[in-house]
Nanobody, 124 residues
Framework: QVQLVESGGGSVQAGGSLRLSCAAS?????MGWFRQAPGKEREIVSA????????YYADSVKGRFIISRDNAKNTVTLQMNSLNPEDTAVYYCAADERASYYVVTTRSFEYDYWGQGTQVTVSS
């Protein structure tokens, strides 16, 4: 059973930065970050292939967020810059254990494991 442990959420003012981290047990997986704001559906924010060479960003975060991974430590990091109140949500780390090495998974139903979520609150 894969366990995902997230850290790094919190509160910040608009324009600030936060860094989220997710530690995965048991191996190297395609990793994704999703978020869910109150009253809204869960949406993908970013994802990274097992190789680390391929990434995906939602249009709403392109140019502001950076996803990276350290396969030696089985961790993935989401650096979030220029945050705005629309980024307020619970952020979830997810792992896809079936995708091949260079694939980036973007659909939530393709992910097999989920973290517990971490709150990110951006005030104006």
């Amino acid at each position: 059973q894969v366990q995902l442990v997230e850290s790094g959420g919190g509160s910040v003012q608009a324009g600030g930065s936060l860094r989220l981290s997710c530690a995965a047990s048991g191996g190297t997986y395609v990793m994704g970050w999703f978020r869910q704001a109150p009253g809204k559906e869960r949406e993908i924010v970013s994802a990274i292939s097992r190789s680390g060479g391929n990434t995906y960003y939602a249009d709403s975060v392109k140019g502001r967020f950076i996803i990276s991974r350290d396969n030696a430590k089985n961790t993935v990091t989401l650096q979030m810059n220029s945050l705005n109140p629309e980024d307020t949500a619970v952020y979830y780390c997810a792992a896809d254990e079936r995708a091949s090495y260079y694939v980036v998974t973007t659909r939530s139903f393709e992910y097999d494991y989920w973290g517990q979520g971490t709150q990110v609150t951006v005030s104006s």
